[in-house]
Antibody, heavy 117, light 108 residues
Framework: QVQLVQSGAEVKTPGSSVKVSCTSYGGTFVAYTVSWVRQAPGQGLEWMGG????????TYAHKFQDRVTITADESSDTAYMELSRLTSEDTAVYYCAREWAGDFDHWGQGTLVTVSS | EVVLTQSPGTLSLSPGERATLSCRAS???????VAWYQQKPGQAPRLLIFGGSNRATGIPERFSGSWSGTDFTLTISSLEPEDFAVYYCQEYGASSRTFGQGTKVDIK
């Protein structure tokens, strides 16, 4: 049974960066794409980008491509999402999710990132 | 980039009633690669339907997906109490991934 476990909640100041991790248990980590999806309070889902550890080359949504870095460490079955130049509008729950064929069949529990001065 | 427009924003129904949720795409989606998710408060989304009409593992038969052209539909044949939630469609026909804005199904 695949389980994605994310790092804990973060509080950041405007202008700083945050790095969230997502560790995969029970699956073949390198064979699937891991994506990151965020959800601002009371809002919908927003795809940020993803990476297939086997290939190592990430794909980013246009909106985030100059601020987000997605990486993967095969040795620990862990994917990372780093978002820079944070503003209050980046306050959200950040989810990692495993892509099956473009759909997301397994999700992490979510990581709340709060940006506040 | 594909835009997905879901309607209605909120659907107020009673248990046992049929729910019909719509997701309209701004252009044709390759291979009808559309998924549907259910999300309850404080939880991660759960995959219901992939490939337009295929139920994910463990999803009850009362959930079904269909499409006609660029219009995709999620139908819940008879609402159970646990089905009251927010539903999102998502497309994956291209290199990016796009979600609709969601439809909330609440109790009438």
């Amino acid at each position: 049974q695949v389980q994605l476990v994310q790092s804990g909640a973060e509080v950041k100041t405007p202008g700083s960066s945050v790095k969230v991790s997502c560790t995969s248990y029970g699956g073949t980590f390198v064979a699937y794409t891991v994506s990151w999806v965020r959800q601002a309070p009371g809002q919908g889902l927003e795809w940020m980008g993803g990476i297939k550890p086997l290939y190592g080359t990430p794909t980013y949504a246009h909106k985030f491509q100059d601020r987000v870095t997605i990486t993967a460490d095969e040795s620990s079955d862990t994917a990372y999402m780093e978002l820079s130049r944070l503003t209050s509008e980046d306050t959200a729950v950040y989810y990692c999710a495993r892509e099956w064929a473009g759909d997301f069949d397994h999700w992490g529990q979510g990581t709340l990132v709060t940006v506040s001065s | 980039e594909v835009v997905l427009t879901q309607s209605p924003g909120t659907l107020s129904l009673s248990p046992g009633e049929r729910a019909t949720l719509s997701c309209r795409a701004s252009e044709r989606i390759k291979n009808n690669y559309v998924a549907w998710y259910q999300q309850k408060p404080g939880q991660a989304p759960r995959l219901l339907i992939f490939g337009g009409s295929n139920r994910a593992t463990g999803i009850p038969e009362r959930f079904s997906g269909s499409w006609s052209g660029t219009d995709f539909t999620l139908t819940i044949s008879s609402l159970e109490p646990e089905d009251f939630a927010v539903y999102y469609c998502q497309e994956y026909g291209a290199s990016s991934r796009t979600f609709g804005q969601g439809t909330k199904v609440d109790i009438k």
